[in-house]
């Protein structure tokens, strides 16, 4: 296999933030390091990055290894990108390399730049595509997130008011969506006094508000089953995969050609297995890195399909009898999605 530093001429580290980038370029051929170069983030100044890039790679292939490619980065990578500008995503620099040589915009993107040079030019992950039904997927379960949060929070309020105040109301466990619709219906008591009166009020607030916030999240996902449907047809019909799992797995997948097998996907998505023998026990253990949202999109399917799928559960009782715990099977089935949805997606080609 090719590595970076072979296939590649030049790799330009890039540190970024919300006001500048921070670029260092290194020359695979003969280790002369330029730079570090930092640019505002304006469109200007974005413009005259690219024009930095072109100017100290004149010959020879040019890959950018960046931070951030989804966040901060993300215009520079459009930039890049529709220059024809290869770019592959780096994670921060970890505590060790902290400790040995501390922190700047200038050591990071130097670090950014060296950090790729050893692997295998094959395994590098492209950008995730930045426009269309991909994007707007990403975008509705950025708010789901949010909305989500937000109502948990609303819940959490509710029953510890509940619980600290006599309402009348059952609280010693979480309230049901039964108790927070009669709480809605509340009028005011005169026989309250003022403590009860007010949290009384606040507790209808927070009902409503609970009520409003699940109503937007059902038109979420009925709003994200659409597009999925629109992107992948058919995805929905497979046992266990909802409106938000299959999303998931879409805005990760991103697009044909991103990853170059499922191995790749499987690896991304945290459910590659990792040995974990010694001795006379041979075994594998869950991969606790890679996007944690694919591997819950993951985890939920599997755990769907082994309540309410009969091949799972047949399969699962099976793995059991071979003497499996349940994390093991949860392990293999999770394995098994990936390489099963990753020949799904390959098939509708979807273009980044």
């Known amino acids: 296999m090719v590595i970076v530093a072979e296939k590649y001429s030049h790799v330009i580290g890039v540190d970024t933030h919300a006001r500048t980038h921070t670029l260092t370029h290194v020359d695979t051929r003969t280790g002369v390091i330029t730079g570090p170069e930092t640019f505002p983030t304006s469109p200007a100044g974005l413009k005259r990055a690219l024009g930095w890039i072109t100017r100290t790679t004149a010959t020879g292939s040019v890959l950018v290894a960046m931070e951030g490619v989804r966040s901060y980065g993300a215009t520079f990578t459009q ?3 529709s220059a024809g500008v290869e770019v ?93 619709t009669l709480i809605t219906s509340w009028r005011t008591r005169p026989s309250d006094d003022l403590a009860t009166s007010i949290a009384r009020s606040e507790a209808v607030y927070l009902a409503k508000s609970i009520r409003g916030l699940k109503t937007e999240l059902q038109d979420n996902a009925a709003h994200l089953g659409a597009l999925v449907q629109d992107l992948a047809p058919g995805l929905l019909d497979e046992p266990g995969y909802g409106p938000i799992t299959s999303a998931t797995i879409l805005v990760s997948y991103s697009h044909a050609g991103r990853f170059i097998s499922e191995a790749q996907f499987a690896s991304l998505a945290g459910v590659a297995p990792i040995p974990a023998s010694s001795g006379n026990t041979v075994r594998h253990r869950l991969n606790r890195f890679g996007d944690r949202h694919l591997n819950n999109a993951f985890d939920t399917i599997a755990r769907t ?43 509708y080609d979807i273009p980044a």
Do not use: F, W
Request: no cysteine; aromatic share 4%; hydrophobic share 35%.
């Open 79 to 81: 930039i890049l990108t």
């Open 88 to 180: 592959t995503e780096v994670p921060p620099p970890g505590k060790a390399l902290r400790a040995r040589k501390g922190k700047s915009d200038q050591i990071d993107s130097l670090a950014a730049a060296q950090s790729v040079l050893p692997l295998q030019a094959a395994s590098l992950l492209k950008p995730r595509s930045a426009a269309g039904i991909r994007a707007s997927l990403a975008t509705l379960l950025a708010a789901r997130r949010r909305l989500d949060g937000y109502r948990t929070v609303q819940r959490n309020a509710l029953t510890a008011l509940v619980r600290t105040t006599d309402l009348g109301v059952d609280a010693r466990r979480a309230l049901t969506d039964r108790q927070i």
């Open 305 to 347: 399909r082994m309540r309410h799928h009969e091949p799972t559960r047949a399969y699962v009782e099976t793995q059991y009898e071979a003497k499996k715990n349940y994390r093991e099977i949860k392990r293999k089935l999770k394995r098994y999605l990936a390489r099963s949805t990753y020949r799904k997606l390959e098939k």
